[in-house]
């Protein structure tokens, strides 16, 4: 068996930063525009998918790009920047391709029925929305906030993921590499799935009265990625 | 009942035998696989499939009675829970335990699932009744699905070879797809207000089949497990599976019960 009290005394601070990463997916996923089918019809905000995809879509973009940082510098800061960067255009990517399909395709004028005015550009939203849907397409607030929501995802996967790499160990190279990749997505799934359970289908963005419920979904994953990360701080420090 | 919407879900088979099923038919397979490919020979190892096929259809089963409440997100969000607390629990459970390996991963992910469990039920308030239970058995199921499946891939579960033949080539990601997807679609492909219990979990076992192919193909290449033996098995589960889901679909289907037209309004007065 082995040491479980040396190998978390000395690997604490890694703990807590995997921790902290968790608790940093949890509260971006109430930033990106989530439709689910609704909005695949066109009959809400957001992206045509469910939470549990586009946070994993970011996260893990965010986690290849730390990735590929790491075969060159060990500056943490370069690493959480350049997954931050990541997972940003991935979610930029996505909501500007479903913009273009809702404006060209479906035909129809980006509009929020959440709020009157759009936050940031001050625009009136509901002359624009059709009768009987909540909106559609992704207006310039549910965008910025998207894009927010795919930074702090990223900057969570990337601290994850040079955490797990940053533990003591005996392993080679690509197993090591191997083993962080496996934990930074299992821990990943569960805190993308935690909001999700907390948002209940759709979320528009910052300015949507649900992001308000964020504090529970925070509290939750921070307890479970607590104890996820003693596993797999465990699990790598003790090989 | 059992249209994804909100109650529990009517059950033929009672879910304790379901639990017993799944975690005696997933233990038992994962250890006879260890032992046997020790003494008999490296073409035993497809009793690992066997037992994580085992953990597929309680994962189906489990993720069938809770996702019937509604969750609100989707069935697929629950499947990728599962494999996320799996793989984490799997892996610490076969680092750190040796020949105990599995049952302390076990252990673990029973510890997680019940903790989400709990957050769920009482932070964000989800109110579903059985949901601590719920989630501690699919994350069991979803530990026996990835040490399972990784013993038919190599043939044991020291953990330097599943590391180096599971974890560092990438079939993880196999693993955490074929067996997610036969925890997390049965139910999703069969919901609707006449979902059967049989007919999802038949479905289970057929994804649990073709994951189990999958495993097979990857054992091909791999010293300390056969590849012929668990293809040639898992193809033939698959048929009788495809068959007994098949015949419950057309069971299923075409019993329409008409409930006539709309009242008028003078009826309903």
Known sequence: ?239 | MSAGGSGAAAEAIPQNKIIAFGVAGGLIGIYAAYFLVDIVGSYMSFIGALGAICGMVWGAASVRRVASYGLGTGVPSIGMLALGMGVLAATFGLAVGGVAGPVIALIAAAIIGLMVGVLANKVLKMGIPIMEISMTEIATAGTITIIGLAIAMTGTFDFPVILSQVISTGYIAVIFIAGGLAILHPFNACLGPDETQDRTLICGLEKGAIAMIVAGIVASINEGASGALTILIGLAIWYVAFAGYYDRVKRDAYIVVGTGLLPSKEELE
């Open chain 1, 1 to 239: 068996m082995i040491d479980i009290a040396g190998i978390l005394m000395e690997n604490i601070l890694y703990v807590v930063l995997i921790t902290l990463g968790g608790v940093l997916i949890s509260w971006s996923v109430h930033f990106v525009p989530v439709g689910g089918a609704p909005a695949a019809m066109a009959q809400a905000t957001g992206i045509g998918t469910g939470t549990v995809q586009l946070a994993a879509g970011a996260g893990l973009t965010g986690l290849v790009t730390a990735g590929a940082m790491m075969q060159i510098t060990n500056n943490a800061g370069l690493i959480l920047a350049s997954g931050a960067a990541g997972a940003m255009i991935m979610m930029a990517v996505t909501m500007i391709v479903g913009t273009w399909v809702y404006v060209y395709g479906v035909g129809c004028p980006p509009a929020s029925a959440k709020v009157k005015y759009d936050p940031i550009t001050k625009d009136r939203q509901d002359l624009y929305v059709s009768q009987g849907t909540e909106g559609h397409g992704l207006p310039t607030v549910s965008y910025v906030s998207g894009v927010i929501g795919g930074a702090l995802g990223g900057i969570g996967g990337s601290l994850i993921y040079y955490s797990l790499m940053s533990i003591e160990n005996g392993l080679a190279l690509p197993d090591l590499v191997g083993m962080a990749s496996v934990f930074a997505v299992g821990i990943f799934f569960v805190n993308a799935v935690i909001p999700s359970y907390n948002i209940g289908g759709t979320i528009e963005g910052f300015h949507d009265p649900k992001f308000k419920r964020f504090p529970k979904a925070v509290l939750a994953s921070f307890v479970a990625t607590f104890f996820c990360a003693l596993l797999g701080v465990l699990a790598i420090g003790g090989l």
